[in-house]
Each structure stands twice: as structure tokens, then as C-alpha cells.
């Protein structure tokens, strides 16, 4: 998915998000600061952000936990903020679920590739077992991308 995309879908999530707090009595309608709050933030990540940590000899970090960083910059800046009441935590724990969906479903279809590939047979595991596996598995990719991520970052700085 390509970080225009995740934008995208991001910020769509973040006007679902504003809407059904609109629309739930039950919970306390956050102001419309906060929502252009976080859109502000992620608003902000582009290719500078990549290429500073570079020339300060940071290691490259994904576009997935840039917008993490940024959801939870927002929620602290709100918290922080007298002018702007404090939003229900809900808001940001939901549009940072929807960031997090994309490795969850990565690691998901990864684990039944696996299964399929070599022809396992699961049925004894239970739902909690390979969800942990699940878990290891997306832990273990994501190392693996940070790795690569590095060593292409390493070559480009060499060019």
C-alpha cells in the first residue's frame, strides 16, 4: 500500500471517526479541534521527515508508526491543551486501530501461506495460540523491514 494510500485511508478514518462521535449519545461529542488536530499531524508526514532522520543518522521508521507517533502526539497535545477540551480517549484508540489493521491482516494472510505451504495441520491449536503466533510473526516482520529499510537507507547514504 503505498503511503499516499494509508494517508488517505487514515484521514477517512478520522472523519468516520469524528461522525459516529457526532452521532453517539452516549459519548462526549470531542471538539473539532482535536480532529484537525490529528489531521494537522499526519497531515505533516511526508518525505522531509524520512530524509532528516536520515541526515541525522536515525534509522528509517515506517510510515505505519510515523502516524502512530503522530496520533499519540495529538492525543498528549490535547491533554495538554486548556483551550481545547480534553477528547474521549476512544477517539484516538479507534483511528489508531485502523492503522494498526494493515499488519494484522499482513501477518494473518502470512501465517496461513505458511500453514498452506507446508501443508499443516492446526486444527489442535487454539485461537489463542495462534493468535500469538500471529503476533510473533508480525513482530518478526517488522524486524525484518526495519532491517532492510536500514540497509537500503546505509546504501543510499554511501551513494
Known amino acids: 500500500m503505498a503511503k499516499a494510500n494509508i494517508l488517505e485511508v487514515i ?30 499531524k499526519i497531515g505533516g508526514l511526508d518525505k522531509k521527515i524520512q530524509d532528516n532522520r536520515a541526515k541525522k543518522g536515525k534509522s528509517p521508521i515506517s510510515i505505519l508508526d510515523l502516524i502512530k507517533n503522530q496520533i499519540e502526539a495529538a492525543r498528549q497535545h490535547n491533554q495538554k491543551d486548556p483551550a481545547t477540551p480534553t477528547a474521549d480517549s476512544n477517539i484516538f484508540d479507534s483511528i489508531l486501530k485502523k492503522v494498526e489493521e494493515k499488519p494484522k491482516r499482513t501477518a494473518s494472510a502470512g501465517i496461513r501461506r505458511i500453514i498452506e505451504e507446508y501443508n499443516l495441520d492446526v486444527r489442535q491449536l487454539n485461537r489463542s495460540t495462534l493468535q500469538q503466533i500471529q503476533q510473533q510473526y508480525d513482530q518478526d516482520l517488522r524486524a525484518l523491514g526495519q532491517k532492510y529499510a536500514q540497509g537500503i537507507q546505509d546504501l543510499v547514504n554511501r551513494s
Open 11 to 40: 484521514l477517512k478514518t478520522i472523519n468516520d471517526v469524528k461522525q459516529k462521535n457526532a452521532n453517539n449519545p452516549k459519548q462526549k461529542t470531542a471538539h473539532p479541534n482535536v480532529f484537525d488536530l490529528i489531521k494537522d
